[in-house]
C-alpha cells in the first residue's frame, strides 16, 4: 500500500452478496472498490455528480483494475475496504485496495481511473483530460 493517506470504508456482508456456497460472489468485491472509491471522494468534498454539475468534467471512470483474493468473505461479517492513491499521472489516477476482516486480507487489488469530458465535436465520445490541481491538492 502507498504511504498516502488511506481511507476505510465498511461493509456488512449481506445474505444477496452471497453465492450458495455462502461465500462472497467475487464480482461484489469489485463494487467494493468503486464503492470505496466514491467514498474516499468524497470525504475529501469531491462528490462525483457534484464535479459534473460544475464543471462538466466527468470524474473517476475506470479504465482498468485487478483484484487478487486470498481468502473468503461470508454472510454476516463485516470488512472493510482500505484504499489509497498511490499515484497521481497527469491524466490517470491509481487506487490500491485491501479488504480486510480484522488483520486478515481477504483480497488486494487496485484500480486506474482518469477525469475526463466530452469533446464538443463528439459528444458520445469520452476523453481523459489533465487532471486539475484542485482535485490532487484535494488529499493534501
Known sequence: MSAT???AHPVRVSFGDCDPA??????????WFDAATHEM????GLHAAQIVRDTGLI???????RASFRSPARYGETIEVHSSISEWRTKT?????????????LVEG????????HP???PE????????????QAFD
Not at 487496485?110 to 469530458?117: H, L, M, S, T
Not at 465520445?125 to 490532487?136: G, N, Q
Open 120 to 122: 464538443a465535436d463528439d
Open 125 to 136: 465520445r469520452l476523453r481523459a483530460v489533465t487532471i486539475p490541481d484542485w482535485m490532487r
Open 59 to 65: 470524474a473517476w471512470p475506470l479504465i482498468d483494475t
Open 22 to 31: 455462502g461465500i462472497v460472489f467475487y464480482p461484489n468485491f469489485l463494487r
Open 41 to 44: 471522494f468524497g470525504a475529501v
Open 110 to 117: 487496485w484500480e486506474i481511473r482518469f477525469v475526463g469530458e
Open 5 to 7: 493517506r488511506q481511507f
Open 93 to 105: 489516477l491509481h487506487i490500491e485496495h485491501r479488504i480486510l476482516r480484522g488483520s486478515t486480507l
